[in-house]
């Protein structure tokens, strides 16, 4: 059985080639013929090492970007401030800490990641695990503080939906709805 390959098997996207000839290039911290061509060659061997297989198409969509980010930056806020208090007056619902199991319904894995990443970013909290189930994926997060671990999940699931929002898969049909406030380890972000 023999393969046959196309140039567009091959080649790298011309726009994704630019991008990364262009970062390489900042990274050197000067334009010259050597750092283009440097890079030129760079990007050549990391495609032809590391061709980019069939690749999960998603759409962007501006507005629940902006929504995921505004929420993101209210978690950020709320949690910073819960993890100094807890560092400044701790007691033993503070500094308690557990791994809870959260499924989400995302068959996407960009979108899962972005899920993890999100919960992992918030001071607090940390995706230890991440792995695909027949019916979405299946995060493992620690937890600093005694929380509900069902308001937990709920507050993941809105963390997802909100994603969705942002980054959905194309073809699937992702329920945009308003997401309640709440921050994203499950309090209302009282201390």
């Known amino acids: 059985m023999t393969s046959r390959l196309t140039a567009r098997a091959i080649m790298p996207s011309a726009g994704r080639a630019a991008a990364l000839?262009?970062?390489w290039v900042a990274l050197q911290g000067e334009v010259t013929?050597?750092?283009v061509v440097g890079g030129i060659v760079v990007v050549g061997c990391i495609e032809a090492l590391f061709p980019m297989g069939r690749r999960a198409e998603h759409r962007f969509h501006p507005w629940g970007a902006a929504r995921?980010?505004?929420?993101?930056?209210r978690d950020l806020v709320v949690s910073s401030w819960q993890v100094a208090v807890a560092v400044v007056r701790p007691d033993a619902d503070r500094i308690h800490t557990e791994v809870i199991s959260v499924d989400i319904e995302t068959r996407s894995s960009l979108v899962a990641s972005l899920v993890a990443n999100a919960i992992t970013l918030t001071p607090g909290t940390m995706t230890v695990?991440?792995?695909?189930?027949?019916?979405?994926?299946r995060l493992a997060v620690h937890v600093l503080g005694r929380i509900d671990p069902d308001g937990f999940r709920d507050q993941v699931?809105?963390?997802?939906?909100?994603?969705?929002?942002?980054?959905?898969?194309?073809?699937?049909?992702q329920p945009?709805?308003?997401v309640p406030p709440g921050n994203i380890d499950g309090t209302e972000g009282s201390t």
Do not use: K, W
């Not at 909100?162 to 699937?172: H, I, K, L, N």
């Open 21 to 23: 000839v262009a970062m």
């Open 157 to 173: 699931s809105a963390l997802e939906r909100r994603v969705v929002a942002a980054v959905s898969p194309v073809g699937s049909v």
């Open 68 to 73: 995921f980010a505004a929420a993101l930056a």
């Open 176 to 178: 945009v709805s308003d």
């Open 129 to 137: 695990e991440i792995e695909p189930t027949p019916v979405g994926h």
């Open 33 to 35: 013929v050597g750092n």
